[in-house]
Nanobody
């Protein structure tokens, strides 16, 4: 059983910053990709940022230059530093991890419970 627990969401004014964290626990042999998605009501869940096990990152065009994803493999955590926040960044943010529990189990994507980020004056 693997669990992801997110923290760091909240209300911030436009131009402000927030840092999201996501920690994994449970039966984990290794973790491949980690990342963050976000979702607003009535819309699909969209990729915000993804980082590979060797640290290569890619971002949605809408957040490039403002958001930074990082990971700590020893702590089994992924982070999202969000700067210069805009009202359109308002959403529920979900972390995910592509977890290898070790044989005989298969690699599987696990998701956090979601954390609300609201950007408003």
């Amino acid at each position: 059983q693997v669990q992801l627990v997110e923290s760091g969401g909240g209300l911030v004014q436009p131009g402000g910053s927030l840092r999201l964290s996501c920690a994994a626990s449970g039966s984990i042999f290794s973790i491949n990709d980690m990342g963050w998605y976000r979702q607003t009501p009535g819309l699909q869940r969209d990729l915000v940022a993804r980082i590979t096990s060797w640290g290569s990152a890619n971002y949605a065009d809408s957040v490039k230059g403002r958001f930074t994803i990082s990971r700590d493999n020893d702590m089994k955590e992924v982070y999202l530093q969000m700067n210069s926040l805009k009202p359109e960044d308002t959403a529920v943010y979900y972390c995910y991890m592509d977890v290898d529990p070790g044989p005989p189990a298969s690699v599987y994507d696990y998701w956090g419970q979601g954390t609300q980020v609201s950007v408003s004056s």
